[in-house]
């Protein structure tokens, strides 16, 4: 997989998939006008995106909450943030419980993945996903778009974890453990203390810490560009 | 709303404006928001743009600049700027900057007219008139529940139940106490013509009828008391029930005209109050030593608290404080005169300061003085009136009217003088103004009389005011005093922000804010040739002779009713805790209402300040 990303940017990955994918959510994504990675950064419209899952094993665990708001203009936009619940195949760990604290009775009224993931990718039309662990959030993404559409998801990614290490190195400073946590990272752009583990609230604590991060990109010559900040292109 | 952003809409339920929003407009404000980063040291907004948004600081801080570049404004966490919210005098043009990285929430313009159609408390935070704001908060704080205080703006004739009972003079005792007693009254007029002859009482009768075994069918004349005292019908309430606790009368006729309008009996009085003031000062003049008068003096600050606990409104808590020290002052120069003898020539004590204005609180200096009449002769009388003062003011000193540190009081020399000599002071304060005598008329120009002769009180306050009526030179410099005591800007954090960007820990609320309303109001009814002297009144006097705006003085207004509002319940809660009452006020006890508020009062402050700057070319 990872060789293919070196080997073919996004839009040629785009393009080869498109080629045989049916009619449906997912295709309907992919014909959306991806953004172009020389785009200046303030340019660009992101969806700040989390997932609480039933746990970190990507092919095992399932998602049980989605939340995102859109960032447009350096603004996050609360009035188009959305939040949901998706119904797991399987019973809530307790271990995963305790953290996020959705249990099997509330997650048993929502409706399953493949009734609300069209709601999620057609709020990622045209946007850079954004999330804290991006890693994280894209991997379960794509692999529910591959069990339930056949094919995997691709998006450009801004990692606001990746984009933190950055700063740390061009500063200089060693990371000690825990430095990179989302509550930790927003300390040092003096951003509030909000309560972790809700996908919305971790959403827009992501999209908040990003607006802090690019803010505090060293001034080039050049604007920031698209391409400057993204994991993946 | 989701109830993820629980956590937002918390925020914005503990921050002014957005806490006089109700539940549910509380519940779904979060979704309007936008949500902006601005990294410290960076312009926030444009000026052009700043007002398309209600901007609310969630964590950092902004300065806001005048387009001089002086600083307006230093705002941290739950403070706003940005749409109307910066539509206040001196702010139109201004650019804002993030002094630290700050988060901002930011409402859009539209969705906040929305709100303000529909929630007027939320609506008033933005209204472009400041006094609006202002009288909207002083009627929340103080919703004026104690009934004393209605008695301060209630003439007495409202007081007045019936038309009044009389009898003619040429009537008996017999007949008088048969209609008394038909009528069930305690008291009847007798009157002559319409004209006020005299008053009989229950009391008359039980004294001097059955315990002297009188004649009933003598003439009512035998028994009345002659030329009883009235008061005119547009006496307030609180004055009357002063006048009879004075006199020790418990029936008092009302005059309407040359006629008689009816009678107020003092339980037609207490009904209405249970307060102590009344009861105070009546003990005051049944005192005959100072030791007595001092234990009633020292529940005074108990007093304070009492009306701050009611929310009486900070004028009558003035008007009746300053009545107690009316009575001490009176009582102490009775018994002066009862241990010195009579007068050897006629005198007046006159308050000055904030006695003189009826705008005292918790215990104050004392500032007063006398005018002597111009038989007074020196040699012969100097020990007699020296002796008078410094029992009077030694008296004061010992009930907590602690001596001016200025010395402005009839025990020094200088302030005890003849009329002539009087007038010689205000000739030279007036026509060669110079720093220490602006300090002097600023204290001398707010007088009232307290005790002695009205005559020669009227001859110095019409000099004084015939000799400073159109004289632009003297109330330039009376304008130039009047400026020398700034406001503050505003609060930051739990900080003052004071002119040129420092901080301070608190802030003088008497010296900062109410000094130069007074200042103010003095100089504008000085400049209308007013005899006002209370702060208000010179302010109605003022917006009627059109010295200034009514809009200009009704904002003053309000914004003295609600700092010296604010300082009672300081004061209180001083007096409460134990501590001496102070005028040092601390951000930390101010709600963020109360801030925003008084930031309001500062600015109206400084508006009035500028005009009149300009006005004398300053």
New interface residues.
């Given amino acids: 997989m990872s060789i293919w990303k070196f080997l073919f940017n996004l839009d040629e990955r785009r393009n080869w998939y498109l080629r045989r994918m049916p009619m449906g959510p997912l295709r309907e994504y992919y014909e959306s006008t991806f953004p172009t990675p020389d785009t200046d950064w303030r340019q660009v419209e992101y969806l700040a995106l989390d997932f609480e899952t039933t746990g970190l094993d990507k092919d095992r665990d399932e998602i049980l909450s989605i939340g995102y708001a859109p960032i447009r203009g350096q603004s996050l936009r609360l009035s188009e943030a959305d939040h949901f619940l998706s119904r797991p195949v399987r019973a809530i760990p307790e271990s995963s419980a305790v953290i996020h604290g959705i249990m099997d009775d509330t997650a048993s009224g929502a409706r399953p993945l493949e009734e609300v993931l069209p709601r999620l990718l057609k709020s990622l039309e045209s946007k850079v996903l954004v999330a804290h662990h991006a890693a994280v959030e894209y991997e379960f993404l794509s692999n529910a778009c591959r069990r339930i559409y056949g094919y995997p998801f691709i998006a450009p990614v801004v990692d606001t974890l990746a984009l933190e290490v950055r700063i740390f190195r061009s500063m200089d400073k060693p990371i000690r453990s825990g430095d990179l946590r989302l509550d930790k990272a927003r300390v040092r752009y003096n951003l509030p203390r909000y309560p972790a583990h809700n996908a919305l609230i971790d959403a827009i604590a992501a999209g908040e810490l990003f607006l802090a991060q690019c803010t505090y990109r060293k001034r080039r010559k050049r604007a920031l560009r698209l391409r400057d900040i993204t994991v993946i292109t | 709303m ?1 109830i ?2 629980l ?2 809409r918390d ?1 914005l339920a503990a921050n002014h404006p957005f806490d006089q929003l109700p539940e549910a407009a509380l519940a779904e404000l ?10 410290r040291d ?1 312009m926030i907004s444009e000026i052009n743009s700043l007002e398309s948004y209600l901007y609310l600081i ?3 801080a902004v300065e806001m600049f005048s387009a001089e570049n002086e600083i307006l404004a230093r705002l941290g966490e739950g403070d706003v700027f940005g749409y109307r919210a910066s539509h206040r005098p001196n702010q139109v043009e201004h650019h804002c900057t993030a002094l ?4 901002i929430y ?1 409402l859009p313009a539209q969705d906040v007219d929305k709100l303000c159609e529909k929630h007027t408390q939320f609506a008033y935070f933005f209204s472009s008139v400041v006094g609006d704001r202002l009288r909207d908060a002083i009627s929340q704080a103080t919703q004026v529940t104690s009934s004393q205080v209605n008695l301060i703006t209630t003439p007495i004739s409202e007081l007045i139940k019936r038309e009044p009972i009389t009898i003619s003079p040429s009537a008996t005792i017999h007949e008088t106490a048969r209609k008394m007693s038909e009528e069930r009254v305690s008291s009847i007029l007798v009157c002559a013509q319409g004209q006020l002859a005299g008053i009989v009482t229950d009391r008359d009768l039980r004294n001097r009828v059955v315990a002297e075994a009188l004649d009933v069918n003598l003439p009512v004349t035998e028994i009345m008391t002659f030329n009883p005292s009235s008061l005119k019908e547009d006496t307030f309430a609180f004055q009357a029930q002063l006048h009879m606790a004075r006199h020790n009368i418990h029936h008092l006729p009302i005059t309407r005209g040359d006629g008689i309008a009816g009678m107020v009996t003092a339980t037609d009085l207490t009904k209405h109050q249970t307060t102590s003031v009344v009861y105070m000062v009546s003990d005051i003049y049944k005192q005959n030593n100072i030791e007595r008068m001092q234990e009633v003096a020292n529940q005074i600050p108990d007093l304070l608290v009492n009306m701050a606990v009611a929310e009486a409104s900070a004028d009558s808590v003035g008007h009746l404080i300053t009545s107690i020290t009316d009575a001490i002052t009176s009582r102490l120069l009775q018994l002066a005169e009862e241990r010195l003898g009579p007068p050897p020539v006629s005198y007046v004590w006159v308050a000055a300061g904030s006695q003189a204005r009826n705008e005292q609180t918790a215990k104050s200096d004392q500032d007063n003085c006398m005018i002597l009449d111009d038989a007074y002769n020196p040699g012969v009388h100097a020990d007699y009136f020296r002796e008078l003062a410094k029992f009077v003011c030694d008296g004061l000193n010992a009930c907590g009217y602690v001596y001016c540190p200025g010395e402005m009081m009839a025990i020094t020399d200088k302030w005890r003088q003849p009329l002539a000599v009087w007038k010689g002071y205000f000739a030279k304060w007036i026509d060669q103004p110079e720093p220490m005598s602006l300090m002097l008329t600023s204290v001398f120009f707010d007088m009232r009389r307290v005790y002695g002769s009205r005559k020669l009180f009227r001859e110095i306050a019409e000099y004084a005011l015939e000799k400073t009526r159109g004289n632009r030179i003297f109330l330039a410099f009376m304008a130039g005093n009047a400026l020398s005591h700034q406001p503050p800007i505003g609060f930051f954090r739990n900080f003052v922000l004071i002119k040129g960007g420092e901080h301070n820990q608190t802030f003088d609320v008497k010296h900062n804010v109410i000094v130069p309303i007074v200042d103010l109001a003095r100089v504008y009814s000085l400049a209308a040739g007013s005899k006002a002297v209370n702060t208000l009144d010179r302010l109605d006097v003022v917006a009627e002779g059109g010295e200034v705006t009514s809009e200009g003085a009704h904002d003053l207004k309000d914004a003295l009713e609600f700092i010296c509002y604010l300082r009672i319940q300081h004061q209180a809660r001083l007096i409460k805790a134990g501590e001496p009452a102070d005028n040092f006020m601390s951000p930390d006890h101010l709600s963020h209402f109360e801030r925003n508020h008084l930031k309001d009062a500062f600015s109206v402050v400084r508006t009035m300040q500028n005009t009149l700057g300009q006005r004398y070319k300053m």
Avoid: C, K, S
């Fill in positions: 989701d993820e952003l956590e937002i925020f979060p979704t309007m928001l936008q949500v902006r980063y601005f990294r960076t969630r964590t950092g630290e990285d700050t988060l930011q």
